[in-house]
């Protein structure tokens, strides 16, 4: 709590907060809560939802004669409300209606709208709004007193402003009031006035700039020195990305000011980042709740923070940032450069974002939303730094940054989340002096992709730490899995599986019901023609089986999966068979096309140097789409670091072989790797097939791959099979002459599938607690090869809180044999059963007997 504070607290309401009958109910109750718990409140709001931008609008058509109709439509939008408040608003708001109309009317007649005009114009969204709110207050016997803001808070004349932003974005000053204080307290004890207006040393309405209600509310909290300023608004809090791109994006429980500051400006749009010096300077605590339900906890912001906070907190992303790429060797050791260029900059009002240099270059990005002149200027600046040197302007960017607190010391931890730029082209990167920022500017097409993956890797994988609450799924209780029931099948079959491994120690266990969900929810994808199970994911013959009965066909990548499944099936249609190899001996192809399967050819040796095998055959073609995508660099299987596949380059000269040798190119296949969550992808995957067909004649089937991705626990995002379909439908759309293929593995049996373990030991060492088990990285690799996390739960003691933070081991001789780093467990003992989720994909298919230790076995349940 803040020191010497009174007992004053500023709400500031939003104005989604401030539209309904429901809302007010809450605020109403709130306040009845904050006065009985005896503080005095300044309640301080927003314009109705939507008000600000038709006044807007009603300024912007002073001369097209539009104005009238927008008038109307603000005084129904109040009128409405009123009546659902209970309110005659005609009687409440007649004077502001009317002064609204003659100004409205005023500047059609003159055509044009002076500052003072539009400050006034802009500051009535507000007026009418609390007239309104202070009406059905009082009417609920709240007692509420209106203030003028204007009489309140004067604006200061700010060194260099324009005329404009003294009038539209006015700034006031942030020390504290006594005089005000005891002025209010004469006057009641809740407070209702507007944000966003003020007035200035003449006592004209100025106006404190779009979001400026945040910051009203903070100068008021600042003038009373408040113990709290609670900002309500229509989302929980802020959150560790943006929750409607990300909605596994955590909500942030505790930042200091500073890192408030720095997500707010970079982009998050909660909080207006002007209202957080205010109560910085006065070490006044922010809270932002949540208006929809006032219990849900949401952020605080204060000078305090633990010691097991998260050092990166969010990641954000700015779009339509613009790079200026100054290139010369005159640079070199040459004094004055930069500042020559940037005296350019200056002169054509640009304001510079971030910087990097090398000898040779400097690159500079501009922030659109402090230049947004630059096209008007974008001629004659370029002609004039030209003279400096060589000049590249690049657009289409977006900057991404990681934001926390000393991420300088960090950067060492973030390696695997840097193995994302492996497929990414860099403009530029930046570390920003205060440490609190690292920022990349990537090609705006990757940059949703890129957040996704670095939330997944820097975010997600932290658990237990102070700072991070729920995700935005989890406060909104969203539906995880597309119709797989939410709680999972294993907690359900808890007493089975926990009889299970007591009686046959280290066991996958598959759940074949959970199967057949997952089955059901493939049928999403109407687009595919046909559906080829990766057979590598999983050979368990009952699984097998029930893929067989349900008609998929089988993708196999060796000689030996494809004689498995001709032993297990041996009347299958040989077309439902398609053989993948990559660098398989010259035999299997043989094989192969003698079991009459579908044949992919993925290198042009084997054309060169094998053609006459395929004379007059059949076969698929699978290339290299240039980039791979997936959740681990070692999966990611296109581009040239990738070992698989035909580059586009070489089609032609493929060509000319399959033409001399009377070979049909019957498909195209394309897989670009493992566990992707981009739904866009098999899209991609798709145009670009398409393109490598156009090039031979005899083209019927896209087999687009497989990889779709899973979560392998709660704060993992969730790929929608309904996106991937909608995707699909748009490319069908263009080339409705294909049949496409898909051939997923891990879908269809990751969640299926839990291994189970007895613990043999537990041990402490420092500040970490080790649970052992019987089994380890023999039975699943997955976590000290990719760095996979997947949920542990101790299953016989489902019921205790997790509270000690826990190494889960297996019994093998290497440091990496780890199943679970950090994670908050129970008190776990001897015998207690250990069940690690969503390991029915490439965990027993990838098991060895490492140390003369036999993996875990397989039951089907
Ligand atoms: N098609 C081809 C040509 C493939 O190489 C693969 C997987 C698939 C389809 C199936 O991909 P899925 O739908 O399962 O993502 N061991 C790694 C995964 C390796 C994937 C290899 N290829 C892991 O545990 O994550």
Same mark, same amino acid.
């Given at each position: 709590?803040?020191q ?8 500031k309401f939003?104005?989604?907060s401030?539209?309904s009958?429901a809302?007010?109910?809450n605020?109403?109750?709130?306040l009845d809560k904050?006065?009985?718990? #005896?503080?005095?409140? +300044?309640?301080v709001?927003s314009?109705?939802s !939507? ?15 539009e104005?009238e109709a927008?008038v ?5 939008q109040?009128?409405?409300?009123a009546?659902?408040?209970g309110?005659d608003?005609d ?8 002064e609204l109309?003659q100004l ?12 003072h005009v ?5 500051a009535?969204?507000?007026?009418m709004s609390t007239?309104?709110?202070a009406a059905y207050?009082?009417?609920?016997g709240l007692?509420?007193?209106w203030?003028?803001?204007?009489e309140m808070?004067?604006s200061?004349p ?6 404009k932003?003294q009038?539209?974005?006015a700034? +006031?000053? /942030? ?9 209010l307290? /004469? ?8 944000g966003f207006?003020? @007035? ?8 404190l ?5 945040d910051?009203?509310a903070a100068?008021?909290a600042a003038k009373?020195?408040a113990e ?5 608004t229509?989302?929980p809090?802020?959150f ?10 955590r909500?942030l429980?505790?930042l ?5 500051q ?9 909080l ?5 010096m ?6 006044i605590?922010i809270?932002i709740?949540?208006?929809a ?21 969010? %990641? ?5 940032v613009i790079?200026?790429?100054m ?5 070199w ?5 930069l500042?020559?260029?940037?005296? %350019?900059?200056?002169e054509?009002g640009?304001s510079i ?6 000898d040779s270059n400097v690159?500079?990005?501009l922030?659109?939303g402090a230049n947004?002149?630059?096209n ?5 600046f370029?002609?004039?730094?030209k003279?400096? +040197?060589r ?14 607190r ?5 950067l ?5 989340a840097?193995?994302?730029f492996q ?7 930046s570390?920003a ?5 690292f920022t990349?500017?990537v090609?705006?097409?990757?940059a ?11 975010i997600?994988?932290?658990t237990?730490l102070?700072s991070?609450?729920p995700t935005w799924?989890?406060i ?5 899995e ?15 599986? %926990? ?5 046959e120690?280290p ?17 999403v994808?109407r ?8 057979v590598?994911?999983n050979?368990?013959?009952e699984l097998?089986?029930l893929?067989y009965?349900?008609?998929?066909g089988f993708? +196999? ?7 498995? %499944?001709l032993e ?7 077309n439902r ?5 990559n660098?398989a001996?010259?035999t ?9 399967i ?6 042009i ?11 007059g055959?059949e076969?698929f ?6 980039q #791979?995508h ?6 990611r ?7 698989f596949g035909?580059?586009i ?10 033409e001399?040798?009377?070979i049909?190119v019957?498909?195209?296949h394309s897989h670009l ?5 981009d739904?866009?992808?098999w899209k ?5 097939l398409?393109?490598?067909? @156009?090039l031979?004649?005899e ?5 687009? !791959? ?9 704060m993992?995002?969730?790929l929608?099979?309904?996106e991937?379909?909608?995707?699909l439908?748009e490319?069908?759309?263009?080339f409705?002459?294909?049949r ?8 269809l ?5 839990v291994?189970l373990a007895r613990v043999t ?14 089994t ?8 000290a090869?990719?760095?996979?996390h ?11 809180p997790? @509270? ?8 093998i001789?290497?440091?990496?044999d ?7 467990f129970?008190?776990?003992?001897e ?8 390991t029915g ?12 230790r036999a ?7």
């Amino acid at each position: 709590m803040k020191q010497n504070s009174t007992n004053w607290i500023v709400l500031k309401f939003g104005g989604t907060s401030v539209s309904s009958l429901a809302n007010w109910k809450n605020i109403a109750s709130v306040l009845d809560k904050k006065l009985s718990e #005896g503080y005095r409140v +300044c309640l301080v709001h927003s314009a109705l939802s !939507g008000v600000s931008n038709k006044l807007e609008k009603i300024i912007a058509s002073a001369s097209n004669g539009e104005s009238e109709a927008i008038v109307s439509e603000i005084r129904d939008q109040h009128l409405e409300l009123a009546e659902d408040l209970g309110l005659d608003a005609d009687q409440l708001l007649g004077d502001e209606f009317s002064e609204l109309e003659q100004l409205a009317r005023g500047i059609s007649l003159i055509q044009e709208a002076g500052y003072h005009v539009q400050a006034r114009i802009m500051a009535l969204g507000e007026l009418m709004s609390t007239k309104l709110g202070a009406a059905y207050l009082n009417k609920l016997g709240l007692k509420a007193k209106w203030k003028d803001a204007r009489e309140m808070l004067q604006s200061i004349p700010a060194k260099n402003a324009s005329e404009k932003a003294q009038m539209l974005s006015a700034i +006031c000053d /942030t020390a504290e009031d006594p005089e005000l204080r005891e002025e209010l307290e /004469t006057e009641g004890e809740l407070i209702i006035t507007q944000g966003f207006i003020a @007035s200035n040393e003449e006592g004209d309405t100025v106006v404190l700039g779009r979001g400026g209600s945040d910051v009203s509310a903070a100068y008021f909290a600042a003038k009373l020195q408040a113990e709290r300023l609670e900002i309500w608004t229509d989302v929980p809090g802020m959150f560790s990305s943006n929750p409607h791109a990300i909605p596994s994006a955590r909500l942030l429980k505790q930042l200091s000011y500073m890192e408030a500051q720095e997500i707010a400006t970079n982009g998050a749009k909660v909080l207006h980042p002007r209202c957080i010096m205010p109560a910085r300077i006065h070490n006044i605590p922010i809270e932002i709740k949540w208006t929809a339900n006032p219990e849900q906890r949401g952020t605080t912001i204060s000078s305090t923070t633990a010691d097991d906070e998260a050092l990166v907190k969010a %990641i954000s992303v700015r779009d339509n940032v613009i790079l200026v790429s100054m290139e010369t060797l005159g640079m070199w050791q040459q004094v004055g450069f930069l500042a020559d260029a940037f005296e %350019i900059f200056k002169e054509y009002g640009l304001s510079i974002d971030l910087v990097s240099t090398s000898d040779s270059n400097v690159t500079v990005s501009l922030d659109p939303g402090a230049n947004t002149h630059f096209n008007e200027i974008r001629e004659p600046f370029v002609a004039d730094l030209k003279s400096l +040197c060589r000049v590249e302007i690049i657009e289409s960017t977006s900057a991404v940054s990681l934001l926390g607190r000393h991420i300088r010391t960090i950067l060492h931890q973030l390696g695997s989340a840097f193995e994302v730029f492996q497929e990414h082209e860099i403009y530029l990167v930046s570390q920003a002096a205060n440490d609190l920022n690292f920022t990349f500017v990537v090609d705006s097409e990757q940059a949703d992709r890129l957040v996704q993956q670095l939330h997944e890797q820097v975010i997600s994988k932290s658990t237990g730490l102070a700072s991070f609450g729920p995700t935005w799924e989890q406060i909104n209780g969203v539906e995880t899995e597309t119709s797989v029931s939410r709680e999972h099948w294993w907690k359900r079959k808890r007493e089975t599986l %926990i009889q299970l491994a007591e009686q046959e120690g280290p066991v996958y266990v598959y759940d074949s019901d959970h199967i057949d969900e997952i089955i059901s929810n493939l049928g999403v994808l109407r687009s595919l023609n046909r559906l080829f199970y990766a057979v590598k994911a999983n050979t368990n013959r009952e699984l097998l089986q029930l893929f067989y009965e349900r008609g998929l066909g089988f993708e +196999c990548v060796s000689i030996g999966e494809v004689a498995y %499944i001709l032993e297990l099936f041996p009347d299958i249609e040989r077309n439902r068979i398609l053989f993948t190899p990559n660098f398989a001996p010259r035999t299997e192809y043989e094989q192969a096309l003698r079991e009459g399967i579908h044949v992919t050819i993925d290198n042009i040796f084997i054309l060169q140097q094998w053609g006459s095998l395929f004379e007059g055959e059949e076969v698929f073609l699978r290339i290299d789409p240039g980039q #791979g995508h997936g959740h681990h660099r070692h999966v990611r299987t296109g581009g040239v670091n990738s070992k698989f596949g035909i580059p586009i380059s070489e089609l032609k000269e493929v060509r000319s072989i399959t033409e001399r040798l009377q070979i049909a190119v019957k498909g195209m296949h394309s897989h670009l790797g493992s566990g992707i969550k981009d739904p866009a992808s098999w899209k991609r995957t798709a145009i670009i097939l398409a393109e490598a067909a @156009s090039l031979f004649d005899e083209v019927e089937i896209l087999d687009v !791959g497989g990889g779709l991705g899973v979560r392998e626990n709660e704060m993992q995002s969730q790929l929608s099979l309904d996106e991937v379909e909608t995707g699909l439908q748009e490319f069908k759309k263009g080339f409705p002459q294909y049949r496409l293929w898909m051939e997923p593995g891990r879908y269809l049996v990751a969640t299926a599938g839990v291994l189970l373990a007895r613990v043999t030991q537990v041990k402490g060492k420092g500040k970490l607690r080790y649970v052992g088990v019987e089994t380890g990285m023999n039975s699943l690799i997955r976590p000290a090869l990719y760095g996979s996390h997947h949920t542990i739960v101790n299953l016989s003691r489902d019921d205790e809180p997790g @509270s000690i933070t826990t190494n889960i081991v297996g019994p093998i001789c290497e440091t990496g044999d780890k199943l679970g780093i950090d994670r908050l467990f129970p008190e776990s003992k001897e015998g207690d059963v250990i069940l690690v989720a969503n390991t029915g994909a490439y965990g027993h298919v990838m098991s060895s007997s490492y140390n003369m230790r036999a993996p875990a076995h397989e039951v089907v349940i």
